[in-house]
């Protein structure tokens, strides 16, 4: 099989970066993790502060094998897959070589392409730059909305009416933005309490 073709069928992947740390946003802040970045995205946010992570093909093409054993030589057993874009490729067997020696896997999704993988938390970032794919609606457990404009809140709304009525909430300040949101967000969840703020506390600390 080359290596396109071990891409195509999720056992091989392009890895940008994997490196393990504390996971800085959302419902986990505060947890070590490793995260398995992976390369390629087009989804095109202007704001993205990974751009580097947009073409695929800069970045080494890895078994899933090799994936796993470098997760392996950590403490943590949470892993979360990131990227770019990870939906883009079908994380099937990744996820279940992970289950299989003991992790327990995240993956944080914009949705843009359909859903593949075994997730024990699915964290849902929709984005304005490309529409998401219908199959992640069922399977977020965690609807996090990067604030970075005004019309971000009815963004924000029109996507949580679309959720499972137990998926949390998050409002987060886009990081170059935070002086202009963070105190709207404040008020927004004050006023609309089913809502949560997430900060990108791993950038306070200066961590990956
Ligand atoms: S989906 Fe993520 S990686 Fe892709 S452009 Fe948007 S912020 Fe960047």
New binding site residues.
Partial sequence: MDNKTAVAAGVMLPVMEAFYTIQGEGTFSGHAAYFIRLGG?D???VW????D??ESEKWPVLSIEEIVAQAKSFPGRKVVIT???PLMYNLDSLTALLKQEGFVTHIET?GAHPFSGDFDWVCFSP?K?KAPHQSIYAVANELKVVVFHKSDFEFAEKHASLVNRDCKLLLQPEWSKANVFTNQIIDYVKSHPNWNISLQTHKFMDIP
Avoid: A, I, L
Wanted: with cysteine.
């Fill in positions: 995205c989804v095109g946010c993205c502060d990974v751009k992570s947009w990227g770019g874009e914009s984005k730059f």
